[in-house]
């Protein structure tokens, strides 16, 4: 699991550890992962794969193996269809996805040469002490790179997808192409670093980044002139939001100069404060480049940024439709304009593809919750109530468990549905969506399959969206679902 820092910080974390005691502590083995609506488990091997070298907690059936999936945190597929990628505690796996049926393996046949590890005796060939405790996960425009954020290590690393998909490290520095165009001297790096709970820089990057700490989420902007990262601090009040500049052509990553590429959350060391970012765990950018989102889930809240797409540098919107938070705001924090109570816990952010809804996932005690967007001027406004939450009250009687601790969702490239995973639920769940007015609904409300793991915690969909792919840190497993 993660470090404990992120624990005592973040319940979703923490109840994860606790489904895993409560599995060991079972009789018999822990429930299947429940699905909910159309999607079924890839058959065979190539349906789940799991860490020969690690005992899957929960005694789940999942056929297929491959090294470095020890404690799977993230997945991401990349846009041609090809490779799926895992980050896992201990690293970062590269795996092939055939495009016909959804099944995966390790992208090469040796399963050690498609790993990279962060220590040394997890089988993997080769070994990068700057991926320990790997979260996060982001591809490029065009797939040619692949980045991973690492807690442990409060580091953003970069990689070049090899042959076969497998990764291969970027060259150490370079001073970039970027148009031409100098905003400063600081040279492209493969790797850059914050600060480590022992205080230890990774030798290997090249940059120090104010405000990078544990890494939460990571995203590229689809001009691929930006990379965004969230990170959570070592204390209250340090979590940020961190801009990187990348090169388009050679996939290094530098900081802004000064104090423009971070915000935190409260005055503290190196960033300007914005309120609104305690335990800011998801980030997301518009279509057209213009704006950022964020989720905090602490403050129970979601900030939008408009983008300078020439330096990628983040102002925060202002007004109403700039922060919009559950109303039980963290110590010290400052409550948003606009309040959702549903919003408590929020950790997961997808838009719809013409970017009029912005879809939250809220964790506690679980919530899908449907924001208006304003394209133009990139506000948030609240969206009709619509009782999917696992909490019963007034407005809705029935509260839906299969929600409770609702930790990641993703759109379908369509449009068509909203896939939502919980780890209270020990589900996955299609969210059928009206494309008219964005609004969702539970097509059945009783598990339609199950799933050949337990526990999940991120999802990831294929460029069509046929195939949904979940991740189990207590499997140390990676499975296939068709929709």
Known sequence: MKATRTLTRHPARLLVLLVAVVSLLSPGPAAALLVYGSPRAVPGAGGCLHDPRQEPITGQDCPGTALGLSGAQAVAVTTDGRSVYVAAEGGVAALARDRATGALRPAVSQSARACIAA??????????????GADALATSPGDRF??????????????RRGRDGVLVPLARSGRGSARGKRSHSSPYVSCVSGVTLAHTPQR?????????????????????????AVSYGLAAGEDSVITLQRDPRTGGLRPL?????????LPGRGCPPLAGLEGATAITVSPDGRFVYVASELSGAVRGFLRDRSTGALTPLNGRGGCISSGNRAAGDVRCPVTVPQLAGARSLALSPDGRELYVA????????????????????AGPPNCLQAASDASCPLGLPLLHGASALAMAAHGSAVYVISVGGNSLVELLRNPADGALSLGSN??????????????????????????????????????
């Open 257 to 265: 100069p000064g104090k423009l590429g971070c915000v935190q959350s």
């Open 204 to 228: 290997r990057c090249g940059a120090h980044v104010y405000g990078l700490d544990g890494v939460a989420a990571l995203v590229v902007s689809a001009d691929g002139r930006s990379l965004y």
């Open 362 to 381: 809220a964790f506690d005690p679980g919530a899908v919750v449907v924001l208006r967007r304003n394209p133009r001027s990139g506000a948030l406004a």
């Open 119 to 132: 220590g040394a005796d997890s089988g993997c060939a080769t070994n990068d002490g700057a991926l320990s």
């Open 146 to 159: 692949v980045y991973v954020g690492a807690v442990n290590a409060a580091t953003v690393s970069g990689f």
């Open 446 to 483: 009783s598990p339609t399959a199950l799933g050949p793991l337990t526990g999940p915690v991120a999802l990831a969909l294929s460029p069509q969206g046929h195939s949904i792919y979940v991740a189990s840190p207590l499997d140390n497993a990676v499975a296939g679902f068709t929709s």
